[in-house]
């Protein structure tokens, strides 16, 4: 079946340009999340949404940062006004249950590679 | 304070070799699941391994294991037969069950099969 796909794969924006990270999940997954990762190091936690609502945005570095999945299903990761240290993988995650608990894995995206220049 | 730890920036194997990635980790949770992922140049996390805090057994799938010491507070993943393949990034990753949905990762482990 289909995983969870992210576009666009590469995307290069000049300093001060808004971005927009799309992410469909995995059909029926409750819980989608993104996560930010620098060059070199391993993924940091972004935000969680449970079906449209999130739930937990502590990760986002700043107020120039939103995320939405407003029907519950694709979320988009938008960055207002970028700047280079925005630069990063950002990968989205999904999996199936409301309640994930510590047990249940997340299954990842391809992530979209921003590059601000 | 560092949630996971992973000591071993690189690492090289030769080719059908076993080799052992290691990951420290520190909560007080008593409930918590701690996961390995695998990144290949690609860029996608690949999920290779699960361990539970209550499990009694290493976890095992296929070639990996998990070396799991509770009361060290380490999970090292064991590949055996090392394939040129499984030359990638190695993430080791926690879940609590009290602080939050997402996984805490360490900085991974870059490992390389020689031929």
């Known amino acids: 079946g289909a995983g969870v796909s992210q576009s666009p794969r590469y995307k290069v924006a000049k300093r001060g340009q808004d971005v927009a990270l799309r992410c469909d999940p995995i059909s029926g997954h409750v819980s989608l999340f993104w996560y930010q990762q620098a060059l070199g190091q391993g993924p940091e936690f972004l935000t969680y949404?449970?079906?449209?609502?999130?739930?937990?945005k502590s990760g986002l570095p700043s107020d120039r940062f939103f995320a939405e999945r407003p029907e519950g299903s694709v979320s988009t990761l938008k960055i207002q006004r970028t700047q280079q240290e925005d630069s990063a993988v950002y990968l989205c995650?999904?999996?199936?249950?409301?309640?994930?608990?510590?047990?249940?894995?997340?299954?990842f995206g391809p992530g979209t590679r921003l590059l601000v220049l | 304070a560092q949630k996971i730890t992973q000591t071993q920036p690189g690492m090289f194997v030769q080719e059908k070799e076993a080799v052992t990635l290691d990951c420290t980790y520190d909560?007080?949770?008593?409930?918590?699941?701690l996961f390995w992922y695998k990144q290949p140049s690609s860029g996608e996390m690949i999920f290779l391994i699960y361990?539970?805090?209550?499990?009694?057994q290493n976890a095992t799938e296929g070639r990996y294991s998990l070396n799991f010491q509770k009361a060290r507070k380490s999970a090292n993943l064991v590949i055996s037969a090392s394939q040129l393949g499984d030359s990638a990034m190695y993430f080791c990753?926690?879940?609590?069950?009290?602080?939050?949905?997402?996984?805490?990762f360490g900085p991974g482990t870059r490992l390389s099969v020689l031929p």
């Open positions: 990753a926690m879940r609590e069950k009290n602080y939050g949905q997402n996984f805490v």
């Open positions: 909560t007080s949770d008593p409930s918590y699941g």
């Open positions: 949404f449970q079906n449209e609502a999130q739930l937990d």
């Open positions: 361990q539970g805090s209550y499990d009694q």
């Open positions: 995650a999904s999996s199936p249950h409301r309640t994930s608990g510590y047990k249940e894995t997340q299954y």
